[in-house]
């Protein structure tokens, strides 16, 4: 993945986001799918070539988030919601993006 393609994905996850949270109350709290309905509809080998980056925010919309619980969800009431803030979503890209990594070696003593 070049950067311009990169650019190009980055805004299109960060708009899929946006779209999420903003429509959340749209969505059944629980999972809703039976067992073996997520996986059963993801390809069973692994493929040869890359798929489109659209393809896989398709996938994220219409297999992999009817399979989830939304903890995000203002309707989700057995905990409360974590790094559900804007900032705390872009802090999370930011972080991922120089390769923060999370501790300390002095932390090892």
Not at 2 to 21: V, W
Not at 57 to 71: A, V
Request: aromatic share 12%; net charge negative.
């Amino acid at each position: 993945m070049d950067f311009d393609e990169f650019r190009e994905f980055g805004h299109a996850s960060i708009e899929f986001i946006i779209n999420y949270l903003s429509n959340i109350r749209d969505r059944n709290v629980l999972s809703g799918v039976v067992p073996h309905e997520v996986i059963n509809q993801l390809p069973r080998q692994i493929p040869e070539q890359p798929e489109h980056w659209r393809h896989i925010l398709n996938d994220l919309e219409n297999i992999i988030l009817p399979g989830l619980t939304h903890w995000q969800s203002p309707y989700f009431n057995a905990f409360f919601p974590s790094s559900t803030s804007a900032g705390s979503i872009i802090g999370e890209l930011l972080t991922a993006g120089i390769g923060v990594l999370g501790f300390s070696w002095l932390s090892a003593d």
